[in-house]
């Protein structure tokens, strides 16, 4: 089967959950038998290669601005994808999404396929006009695809309470992780293992960063032996958000514990996970955050807000903290720090099996993989109904 990914900014995956998902999903297609095109924006990938893994990297132009980035290079893809003649179109986002009629009526051979990602008209970064047409990308992903895809069972929820539709349950994944036993990219950082809490997220208002900044600073403050000799260590960069970035600069600011490492992927990323000694995810708008299930893969306890998408992986009580609540993350922190290390122990180890049993990136290729024949022959059965008639 032929099948176009379009939405993503591209392959390979350097920050972003949806372009991870797109890597780890096409790899893994590629190598079942498929033939998979990931439409990419070279600003993104700094690169040209025609294939990565597998997958063949079409890379395409677009209007490098805030509003006109995605929707310029879906529209170039979309018609590419069509005049190559894929057998899938696969939108990734309900903003992608917006444009997924025009293989529908252009290309009605084709099987058009979206994934609900999240639910971005409430990021606070978008104002008014950005909403409305975030949610008119909900009304197209629910209405023109063949088969909607949520990425989380909230997600699921919402779309059969909003829009009617019975979406198809297909969650992220993370691959099977190991330990990794370096430390180069700790000393780098001057970083010590088990000796800091570590934050991987991209640097946007969603996330929630400026809590666990405030937080941090205010444990250190009020119980400084709560947190003896621990440093903050926040991964990721900030995209079309300078001013947000540079205010989180600004409350670190004297702080020398609190470090801001950029963008990590590959092995740095991987030693971070491996010797932090807890992750913490303070964001107040998800999908399904792979950045968890990749902490709770790698065997961390892993602290979170208490929002719906979050509470499908964390149910412990002992690792939610209100969200947006910087007192209530500040307790939890010294509180986490209190448990003995076999209870903390057993928690870890459940995280892991928890994404070994539910997340497993072989189990979800194969429904992806089954979803699209489905949709496809369920797409046959309407044509023949059509054309009957």
């Known amino acids: 089967m032929r099948i176009a990914m379009i939405g993503q900014k591209g392959i390979p ?17 590629v190598k ?45 893809s979309t018609i590419d994808a069509i005049q190559s003649k894929h057998d899938v179109i696969h939108y990734h986002g309900v903003g992608p999404a917006l444009l997924s009629w025009i293989p529908r009526l252009f290309a009605p051979e084709i099987t058009v396929v979206t994934t609900f990602h999240a639910i ?9 006009i950005a909403k409305i047409i975030l949610t008119l990308g909900e009304r197209a992903a629910t209405t023109f695809a063949h088969t909607t895809i949520a990425v989380s069972k909230t997600i699921q929820t919402y779309i059969k309470d909003t829009y009617n539709v019975d979406a198809d349950y297909i969650p992220n994944g993370v691959p099977v992780y190991t330990k990794n036993r370096n430390l180069s990219t700790l000393q780098k950082w001057n970083l010590s ?61 004297g702080h020398d514990d609190i470090i801001f490492t950029g963008f990590q992927t590959g092995d ?8 932090a000694a807890l992750m913490v995810h303070p964001s107040d708008q998800e999908g399904l955050p792979i950045a968890v299930l990749e902490g709770m893969a790698f065997g961390l306890p892993v602290l979170v807000s208490d929002i719906p998408q979050h509470k499908e992986l964390i149910k412990d009580s002992q690792y939610l903290f209100a969200q947006g609540n910087i007192s209530s993350l500040e307790k939890k922190l010294a509180d986490i720090f209190r448990i003995k290390k076999s209870d903390l122990k057993k928690t870890t180890e459940k995280n892991k099996q928890l994404v070994y049993n539910q997340y497993d990136w072989d189990t979800i290729v194969t429904k992806t993989a089954m979803l699209y024949t489905h949709a496809k022959e369920k797409q046959a059965r309407l044509d023949t109904l059509v054309y009957t008639k």
Do not use: C, M
Not at 20 to 26: E, I, P, Q, R
């Open 13 to 29: 995956a350097k920050f972003g959950g949806v372009e991870t998902h797109v890597h780890d999903l096409s790899v893994r297609l």
């Open 32 to 76: 079942e038998g498929h033939r998979v095109t990931v439409y990419s924006r070279y600003w993104y990938t700094k690169s040209t290669s025609s294939f990565i893994e597998g997958v063949f990297a079409k890379v395409l132009p677009s209007i490098e601005t805030k509003h006109l980035d995605t929707i310029s290079h879906t529209f170039l």
């Open 120 to 128: 971005d008209r409430k990021q606070i970064k978008w104002g008014p």
């Open 193 to 253: 293992p088990q000796q800091y809490i570590v934050a991987v997220s991209r640097l946007i208002p969603d996330k929630g960063i400026d809590y666990l900044v405030k937080a941090f600073i205010a444990l250190k403050q009020s119980n400084p032996a709560a947190i003896i000799n621990k440093k903050l260590v926040i991964v990721g960069d900030g995209y079309n958000t300078d001013e947000y970035v540079q205010s989180l600069y600004d409350l670190a600011e």
């Open 268 to 275: 740095d990323l991987h030693q971070l996970f491996s010797h």
